[in-house]
């Protein structure tokens, strides 16, 4: 039987500790089924009770494997993804925060604080990315879930602390491919603690998705140093991307802030109108959960001082894309922004990016 686990909370609003806003939990059982309300989750499982629930199974064929059936229940669909990857068929995993949603305003619905109530285990991003989220997840952890967030095991020096974010950590991590291997091994971690016995096989699969990263790492890094190097400018409808470019040598500029509830001034975009002046920048990009509004003021802006400069494509910044799609994983999702983002600035990219899978890019308005 799994035994009490200690995980210290951490989640204050403006602690320099923010990194890791998992709490006190105390491991709920994998095997006690996917809809215990959370008052019994605490509970420790009987011999009797498993029995119990393996007779109230639907399926009497295979009672043991219905009942050793994670359910696993994340918040983004970066977070789903890797958390997939690592899990495999050993677990159902449902993520929250579907394509084009922002992930800095989503509040949970009653359906949503259901599906964290009944989970085994859930994973989320952390580092306030999911700021109203942040009481249902306490809620769920202080009822006994295992809670954790991926972003958990990256080191404070890596992390950056825009100066106008005062307190606050960046989350955008998911940005910087490096950054999301480690969150991987973060998701490989907890599930071998979790469900140990499937341990080696989560930390194998974890292995192999890291390798595919580490492609995927060079292929941005390649695709964006081909920008000439006065072009290099990314400018976005947010500040989602200050990883991206730390790690991959572009500068960046949000319209908007590091979280979507700050609204741009007037002052913001006459600022950006005149860096985009200067630069000769060609293009700006919109993002998918992101309104265009500031984006399409940004150019009018730019036009009205003689200044022609077009939408580059649609990012995916804090969404993926569409569920089923290529786009919509987290290794087609930095595919399409890398060989956007090339393609737009005047670089080199091959127009079906890394793998030849990426949708077709649509003639830029
Ligand atoms: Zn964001």
Not at 229 to 255: C, M, P, S, W
């Given at each position: 039987?799994?035994?009490a ?11 320099v ?6 709490a006190?939990a105390?491991a709920a059982s ?5 809809a215990?309300?959370v008052?019994?989750?605490?509970h420790?499982i ?25 359910s ?20 159902d995993v ?16 009653r359906?949503?604080i ?6 085994d ?8 990315l999911?700021?109203?989220m ?14 954790y ?5 990256l080191?404070?020096k890596?992390?950056?602390e ?6 606050h ?19 490989a971690?907890?599930?071998?603690e979790?469900d140990?016995p499937n341990?080696?096989s ?39 991307f ?5 790690a991959y040598?572009?500068r960046?500029?949000g ?7 700050s ?8 600022r ?7 630069n ?6 919109v993002e998918?959960?992101?309104?265009e509004?500031n ?11 003689g ?7 649609t990012?995916?910044s804090d ?11 987290y ?13 737009a ?11 030849g ?9």
């Amino acid at each position: 039987m799994r035994s009490a686990r200690l995980i210290v909370f951490r989640c204050l609003a403006f602690a320099v500790l923010a990194a890791a806003p998992a709490a006190i939990a105390v491991a709920a059982s994998p095997s006690a089924g996917t809809a215990r309300p959370v008052v019994e989750a605490a509970h420790a499982i009987t011999a009797e009770s498993a029995a119990v629930a393996e007779r109230a199974s639907p399926s009497p064929a295979e009672p043991a494997q219905a009942q050793k059936r994670l359910s696993i229940v994340c918040t983004t669909g970066m977070v789903t993804d890797i958390v997939q990857r690592v899990v495999g068929e050993n677990a159902d995993v449902r993520g929250i925060i579907g394509a084009g949603v922002d992930p800095h305003l989503y509040k949970p619905t009653r359906n949503d604080i259901a599906a964290l109530q009944s989970a085994d285990v859930i994973f989320y991003s952390g580092l306030m990315l999911e700021g109203k989220m942040t009481d249902a997840l306490v809620r769920v952890s202080r009822g006994g879930k295992s809670v954790y967030a991926v972003t958990e095991l990256l080191d404070e020096k890596f992390l950056l602390e825009p100066a106008e974010f005062a307190g606050h950590f960046d989350p955008h991590v998911w940005m910087d491919v490096s950054a999301w291997s480690r969150a991987c091994e973060a998701v490989a971690k907890a599930m071998g603690e979790v469900d140990k016995p499937n341990a080696a096989s989560y930390a194998a699969r974890a292995k192999r998705f890291v390798d595919e990263l580490s492609d995927l790492d060079a292929y941005v890094k390649k695709v964006i140093a081909s920008i000439p190097e006065k072009q290099r400018i990314l400018i976005t409808a947010h500040d989602a991307f200050n990883y991206f470019g730390r790690a991959y040598g572009i500068r960046v500029k949000g319209i908007q802030g590091i979280s979507t509830e700050s609204e741009a001034g007037l002052e913001d975009i006459n600022r950006l109108v005149t860096l985009i002046v200067e630069n000769d920048v060609r293009a700006v990009f919109v993002e998918s959960s992101v309104a265009e509004k500031n984006v399409r003021a940004l150019i009018e802006g730019a036009r009205a001082r003689g200044k022609n400069v077009t939408v580059g494509g649609t990012l995916f910044s804090d969404a993926m894309g569409a569920a089923g799609t290529y786009e919509g994983t987290y290794i087609g999702m930095l595919d399409h922004n890398a060989t956007t983002i090339a393609r737009a600035l005047g670089g080199e990219a091959p127009p079906r990016g890394l793998h030849g899978k990426l949708t077709p890019p649509q003639a830029a308005p």
